[in-house]
């Protein structure tokens, strides 16, 4: 075959450290998701829909056949760190905490993870980004190390 073809999407999962609330400005949170957009589609990944909580970001998006999930997650971290740091001093000391979750999602299931990422802000007036870590992880079949999953 000639041709080589892929379509996978999957659902990219990662907090700021130590969980602060950085991205509470909905306006700066609105920002930072279009720039992470930006960064997805130069990696040939079109992001689905971007959105998250104060101190989380959720992605859904369609994996390049050229990339690696661990050199997406990067470029996701790395180029809006930098951007978040010019918007003002109190941003200095902005990072991302080290690690991620990325999980598989069928193409049956785009339009209910779509919907569970634009509606993070209210769902999470009822639960911690860490309780929902961990049934994301539970759910995929995927044990967490309570040791190593929080920085």
């Not at 829909?49 to 959720?58: E, F, L, P, Q, S």
């Not at 109190?90 to 193409?107: I, K």
Request: glycine share 6%; charged share 25%; with cysteine.
């Amino acid at each position: 075959m000639p041709q080589s073809l892929a379509r996978v999407a999957i659902h990219i999962v990662f907090g700021t450290k130590h969980r602060r609330p950085w991205l509470d400005d909905v306006s700066l949170s609105e920002e930072l998701y279009a720039y992470m957009a930006t960064v997805l589609k130069a990696n040939d990944s079109p992001a689905v829909v971007i959105g998250g909580a104060a101190d989380h970001v959720h992605t859904l998006c369609v994996l390049s056949r050229k990339v690696t999930i661990a050199k997406l997650v990067e470029e996701m971290k790395t180029g809006p760190s930098k951007w978040i740091k010019t918007k003002g001093p109190e941003f200095r000391d902005f990072h991302w905490q080290a690690g991620y979750g990325v999980f598989s999602v069928s193409e049956s299931k785009l339009i209910d993870v779509r919907r569970y990422i634009e509606s993070q802000r209210q769902h999470h007036e009822r639960m911690t980004f860490q309780d929902e870590y961990r049934q994301l992880c539970e759910r995929h079949g995927l044990p967490v190390d309570e040791r190593y999953a929080w920085d």
